[in-house]
């Protein structure tokens, strides 16, 4: 397992941007995939997007699609959620999850993701 570590998170008005950041400490190989995931008071955590650590493919959810975009630096073991024209209704726990066993597909259950983040808040205001 990777240990990782979400950065970014805040207050936000409607329509404004913020970018989160996951941190991993480990090895990560190619077969690696990773994904963001959130989770809103009363509701199950959702993927919101993901991308495979090898060929870089990504994956939206489509409340995301359009609006946020994920990226990876393999160098840094980093991955990316950039979040544009924020809705109160994306207001959410935001995790970082790693999939050691994905091979290139990105997977949008939570039990096949096996080391998670501990969570960044990030709240959008009306």
């Known amino acids: 397992q990777v240990q990782l570590v979400e950065s970014g998170g805040g207050l936000v008005r409607a329509g404004g941007s913020l970018r989160l950041s996951c941190a991993a400490s480990g090895r990560i190989s190619n077969r690696y995939v990773m994904g963001w995931f959130r989770q809103a008071p009363g509701k199950e955590r959702e993927i919101v997007a993901g991308?495979?650590?090898?060929?870089?493919?990504?994956y939206y959810t489509d409340s995301a699609k359009g609006r946020f975009t994920i990226s990876r630096d393999n160098a840094k073991k980093t991955v990316y959620l950039q979040m544009d024209s924020l809705k109160p209704e994306d207001t959410a726990v935001y995790y970082c999850?790693?999939?050691?066993?994905?091979?290139?597909?990105?997977?949008?259950?939570?039990?096949?993701?096996?080391?998670w983040g501990q969570g960044t808040q990030v709240t959008v205001s009306s």
């Open positions: 991308i495979t650590w090898g060929g870089g493919n990504t």
């Open positions: 999850a790693a999939d050691s066993k994905g091979w290139g597909v990105v997977e949008r259950s939570t039990y096949e993701y096996d080391s």
